[in-house]
């Protein structure tokens, strides 16, 4: 396709966005048919662009004598531009039916969409200073959806994810200053990275950005942001805070660490100690704090904590085959959280519980809701045949073929992480299932599976993680292709 | 005959369990004709596929890129055999589970589950790679939670909850020893794992990984300390699950731990002694629990415990006697075998009384079995088979075990192994013991009050589903060289790469005096302990069965729980509270320090005036004084004057 096409993919869902309010939709019906058309068109164009991949970067405004902004599609942005462009679809479908009893519909649309180009922009980045751009964008675009609710907590959320976020950029822009200023004048990614020398000010940058981006990735000790933003409508959390926000984190640290520094610089350093040992920690931490937490969704937000950090551990195990763990992961994490997100708003909506106690008794009356949400636990906590399952032995045997003592101990990091997962996952599913003594049952009699538009997201969901489980040979050879740079 | 036959008997259970679930949504009794046909049906393709092995095929399978690895599949005369059982029992399980269940909520998902847990297990005696083990394996505990946990009751949720719990920690720990030794071998495969091993030459290495891996089974296997649950998770399921449970499912766990031992740890003397120890103290605790407990199927899981200590030996001892191993090996095979037929007749026994009376504690049940020779003699044979009384199959594979145990002693000299020989014959008299408390109260004493007529006690296909296994015992036991033999040399090529020939006299005088021994020690246990300690005389009237075991004294109340639920969970919590908020407190200090905003000064003040840029705040009367007076500019003058003077001191002296 022309690569006039990178733009439009990036740019109609901001202008939809950004021009839906100009609309004043009195129905909503029609709001629906707009935002729908308008998400899928990207999507199709999306698709259309991975399969016939545009050569060469697509120059949009010049900068300085080096820099540019700059779009281009790699293999790396094509991983995380389709899953985006498969799950937001899905995700809009809950929304409509969500939102219903959140209100503020075409705000919350507006952003919505909005944050979808910003997204795609981030993935299709062919520079640093485009990705930081857009980076920034997605920062700004997501705020007054977590502040959408308007009370005093999600105001609070909404600030406290501004200040971690900018804060984070600002760490990462340092980075990129140091890069610019000792690499390389036009910050264009190229695999295996364009720095030549390693220098402590280099490795002290590659922290700066590692942790700079990783704030958004939520990595110990900037992951605090996540479960507070869970007050968020559940479309947004679903989405947002499991798969398009977080994912930019870790796109962006992959980008920075495979394309920019490059693993022959980092490889062996106190660097990668450094951040890989912060990661393996955040995977055991994340699923710890899941498992003291009550609430469902933030216990749901820590595990994203956690299992972002499985990613980042492959991302900093910095070869190509902990890349390709860690890209796999990215895509099935995708796919297994925003089921389970879904799941717990579908609860919310139709019942107002939040807290896990709470749910005892509910896999009768919701049983589809349910289902899917234990099939999506099996596959998180690691039960083979399903997707998590995979990821996990690809990034174990990255890690233990790489040897080590961090690397070994992330393995184990990983191991116990899935049995914490297994204890804060399943207690919900039998809760759910196999209430004691029938507790918690009354007043549930009203309780069921919400309407199509809500449960069609289940089906389609629970149906990929089945194939992606058992027949994704395909897949995983060429994400490990595009780790190894081949695409 | 295609290779890819192997997929039938792993996929069709867990294809059309969904099948069942939706017909059992319309109408339940063409939903247990299916579940028969089908339990049936998975028969017939496991005894044709044994036809095949027999007849010296070898069947093997692997599909690459299913799960992203590939599956591979073998089949061999041990698979073969042993996925004959799982079906055996599947099927008889499932016939009788018609009428057991017939009171029974939730009976759709209970055949769901059952067949789902029945193609993983099956799928797991097919494996040819520790992957595809794996794979199955933790497909089979998930699954059979669900049997474990049918009656929905706090008994069973508990002991659910127990079950699950080891398994998925057991899981991870040999998914971490998978990768471990995938790391060290290169290869998961059981048929490149020997030659791996040998060309690494050093085995220390492969200790760590081994040693996890056997966490995982032993831990499905109810071995020693990982055995919590099966005490309690056994006695809680249907009858029919338990004798799954019992009978299969701790056999896919006894698998994993032959893989170990006869490809990686081959003739390993470290291995052998740890396997030993282990087995032994399952083998004892097990009997001694048993000896204990006052409930029918209680009893019957913890003899299942004890059995598998009783097969753990066994591998101890392959591992132990090197290259004359053939013994051990044929004992381990058969003992397995015995088992699982045992503990289907025994659990199948237990379910038709729970069935009729809602009730397992042995004095509640007292004297049920008195009117009902079908039933009496079908446990009988079970208890005699267990018990290893000669002319029934236990006699065959525990005399096997002990010669085993015995050719050790001749070869090192005895020392330590004299003693494990005696707690051997201890553990089997205890075996006697507690199967004899079980046989006379159930079907020998007096009831305390007449039970209640109530027709016929159990249908013609219940019977059929305990009969026929409880005629194979003594048929099986009368001719051990054909049957069992031939069995054996059917199994011993999966064990051992290169088997050796073996020639067992079934009924010397000296096997016979160790049975013999066993038998004694179990009469003398039963009439001096069990009649005297473990029952007691109540207010004049008869005696009574007690359960002197203290409560308190259960390893899983005691370490476990305390562990994993307060002091783990505790520290966690403190160190995450304190670690999450990290980066708040941070923020929350600057915000307080440095980045501390003015204040506003209060609108109605009087002395605002609009235009003002400064808006007089109003100072106190001494500041005022102070920064007003020319005495304060002539002390700022003078502190000026001294740092001056000092610095030019400091310049002069530095020179």
Known sequence: MNRIFMLIAAALPILAGALLPAWRFQKRRSREIYVLSAVCATSLIVLGLLLRRPEGALRLIRLTRTLDISLAIDGLSGVFAGLVAVLWPLASLYAFEYIKHEGGDDRFFAFYTVSYGVTLGIAMSANLITMYLFYELLTLATVPLVAHTGDRRSVRAAKKYLGYSIGGAACAFLGMMILYVYADQSLTFVYGGFVQERTPLILAGYLLTFFGFGVKAAVFPFHGWLPSAGVAPTPVTALLHAVAVVKAGVFAVMRVTFYCFGPEVLRGTWAQEVVMAFAVFTVVFGSAMALREQHLKRRLAYSTVSNLSYILFGVTLMTPAGLAGALSHMVFHGVMKITLFFCAGAVMYKTHREFVPELAGLGRYMPVTFTAFTVASAALVGVPLLPGFLSKWNLATAALAEGGVIPTLGVAALLISAVLTAGYLFTVVVSAFFPVNGEGSHGLELAEDPNLYMKLPFFVLTALMAVLGMGSKGLLTLLSRIAWGEL | ?655
């Open chain 2, 1 to 655: 005959m295609s290779d890819f036959v192997l997929l039938v008997p792993v996929f069709l259970p867990m294809l059309s369990a969904a099948a069942v679930y939706l017909v059992g949504r319309r109408s339940k009794k063409a939903r247990d004709i299916l579940a028969d046909i089908l339990g049936i049906g998975e028969f017939a393709v496991c005894a044709l596929l044994l036809a095949y092995v027999c007849a010296g095929r070898v069947f093997s399978l692997e599909i690459p890129g299913v799960c992203g690895y590939g599956l591979s599949f073998k089949l061999d005369g041990f698979r073969a055999l042993y996925a004959l059982i799982a079906a055996l029992m599947w099927m008889m399980t499932t016939v009788f589970s018609r009428e057991y269940l017939a009171h029974y909520r939730n009976r759709n998902r209970y055949y769901l589950f059952t067949l789902l847990t029945c193609g993983a297990t099956v799928g797991v005696f097919l494996s040819n790679d520790f992957f595809t083990t794996f794979v199955f394996f933790e497909i089979m505990s998930f699954t059979s939670y669900v049997m474990v946990v049918q009656d929905e009751k706090p008994g069973a949720m508990r002991a659910g909850e127990t079950y699950i719990s080891v398994a998925v920690i057991g899981g991870m720990v040999m998914l971490m020893g998978l990768f471990l030794m995938e790391s060290r071998l290169g290869t998961l495969n059981f048929d490149r794992l020997h030659e791996a091993v040998t060309a690494k030459a050093d085995l220390k290495e492969l200790y760590l990984p081994g040693a996890l891996i056997l966490f995982g089974f032993g831990a499905k296997a109810g071995m020693f300390p990982l055995h919590i649950w099966l005490p309690k998770a056994h006695p809680v399921a249907p009858a029919p699950a338990s004798a799954l449970l019992s009978g299969v499912l701790t056999k896919a766990g006894i698998f994993g731990v032959l893989v170990l031992t006869g490809r990686v740890f081959l003739r390993d003397e470290i291995w052998g002694n740890a396997l030993l120890a282990l087995g032994v103290i399952t083998m004892l605790l097990g009997a001694v629990l048993a000896v204990f407990s006052v409930d029918l199927k209680r009893t019957l899981a913890c003899s299942s415990m004890s059995q598998i200590g009783f097969i753990l030996v066994g591998i101890g001892m392959q591992g132990l006697l090197g290259e004359e191993n053939m013994l051990a090996v044929w004992g381990t095979g058969l003992h397995m075998l015995s088992h699982s037929l045992i503990k289907l007749v025994l659990f199948l026994c237990a379910g038709v009384v729970y069935m009729n009376l809602h009730k397992l504690d042995l004095n509640s049940i007292r004297g049920w079995g008195r009117d009902k020779p079908l039933l009496n003699v079908c446990f009988l044979m079970g208890a005699l088979g267990i018990a290893g009384f000669p002319l029934w199959n236990g006699y065959v594979s525990k005399t096997l075990l002990h010669e085993s145990i015995v050719e050790y002693i001749g070869l090192t000299g005895g020392g330590i192994y004299r003693a494990v020989e005696w707690l051997f014959l201890l553990s089997g008299g205890l075996t006697a013991a507690y199967m004899t408390k079980l046989y006379v109260a159930v079907f020998v004493e007096k009831p305390d009050k007449p039970f209640p007529q109530t027709g016929r006690y159990m249908g013609l296909d219940s019977a059929l589903a305990i009969g026929l296994p409880a005629l194979a015992l003594p048929v099986l036991g009368l001719f051990p060289s054909p049957l069992m033999g031939g069995a054996a040399r059917l199994m011993q090529d999966f064990m051992v790469p290169d088997p050796q020939e073996v020639s067992i006299r079934w009924f010397s005088l000296t096997n016979l005096r160790g049975a013999a021994i066993s038998l004694a020690i179990g009469a003398a246990v039963y009439f001096l302990f069990i009649r005297t300690v473990l029952m007691r005389r109540e207010d004049g009237g008869r005696k009574r069965y007690v359960d002197v075991w203290p409560q308190w004294l259960d390893l899983e109340t005691l370490v476990y729980r305390p562990l994993l639920e307060k002091a783990l969970p505790f520290l966690a919590a403190l160190v995450c509270r304190v670690l999450d908020n990290l980066t708040d407190w941070a923020v929350a200090a600057l915000n307080r320090t440095l980045l501390r905003r003015k204040p506003i000064p209060p609108r109605n003040d009087g002395d605002y005036e609009p235009g003002d840029f400064t808006p007089h705040v109003r100072q106190s009367y001494t500041v005022m004084r102070i920064s007003g007076s020319i005495s304060f500019c002539l002390l700022l003058f003078g502190i000026g004057l001294c740092l001056a003077m000092g610095y030019l001191i400091f310049i002069l002296l530095t020179r």
